[in-house]
Structures are given as structure tokens and as C-alpha cells.
């Protein structure tokens, strides 16, 4: 069955990076656009990013252009968002989610990112 699990999440100071990963299975992800979202707490889930199938086409929200990087390893059935200049607005569960033709069909259980001093 398919399977997302993020990875990567911690508390980190502002100006600081992380890197998320995500491990997907149980399809062909080589196949498929992926996403990161985020919901940060008390407020409704923001999409972040995107990514097609071969990794050369990716989209940002503005609130995060310039400081986030989306990338994908087809080979390790891994996507990651490399996120730098981190501000204590992007503090959110940060989910993974697999394109299909209608939406997001399926979702990661999210990792924490807390942005504090």
C-alpha cells in the first residue's frame, strides 16, 4: 500500500535550515507530481511546494519563494524540502502528499518544525 513518512523535523533557531525528507512506497513515485503542505498550529492546511515526475518543474507559495528548495531522488523514492532563512511563521507539521489527477490522494502523517529562540 502506499506510504509516505516525513522526516527531518526539529526545533531550530530563526535564520536557521532544515532538511525535510519524505520516503515513499508502495507506488511508482517516479511517476507522480509531488507536494509538501503545511498547517501550522490553530490554523488550516497551506500547500508549500510542488514537483513533477522527473524533478524539473517546481512551484512555491509566496510565503516561502526564495528560501525553500523542493527536490526528488527517483532512485531513492525520496522527496525533500531543503529550507533555509527558517522565521517563526513557517513553525507548522509539515506533510508529504502524492499527486493524483483530482488532488492529493494520499498523505504523510506530517513532522514538526518549530522555528524558536
Known amino acids: 500500500q502506499v506510504q509516505l513518512v516525513e522526516s527531518g523535523g526539529g526545533l531550530v533557531q530563526p535564520g536557521g535550515s532544515l532538511r525535510l525528507s519524505c520516503a515513499a512506497s508502495?507506488?511508482?513515485?517516479?511517476?507522480?507530481?509531488m507536494n509538501w503542505v503545511r498547517q501550522a498550529p490553530g490554523k488550516g492546511l497551506e500547500w508549500v511546494s510542488n514537483?513533477?515526475?522527473?524533478?524539473?518543474?517546481?512551484y512555491y507559495a509566496e510565503s516561502v519563494k526564495g528560501r525553500f528548495t523542493i527536490s526528488r531522488d527517483n532512485a531513492k523514492n525520496t522527496l525533500y524540502l531543503q529550507m533555509n532563512s527558517l522565521k517563526p511563521e513557517d513553525t507548522a507539521v509539515y506533510y508529504c502528499?502524492?499527486?493524483?489527477?483530482?488532488?492529493?490522494?494520499?498523505w504523510g502523517k506530517g513532522t514538526l518544525v518549530t522555528v524558536s529562540s
Open positions: 502528499a502524492k499527486d493524483d489527477e483530482d488532488g492529493m490522494d494520499y
Open positions: 508502495g507506488f511508482t513515485f517516479s511517476s507522480y507530481w
Open positions: 514537483i513533477n515526475s522527473g524533478g524539473g518543474i517546481t
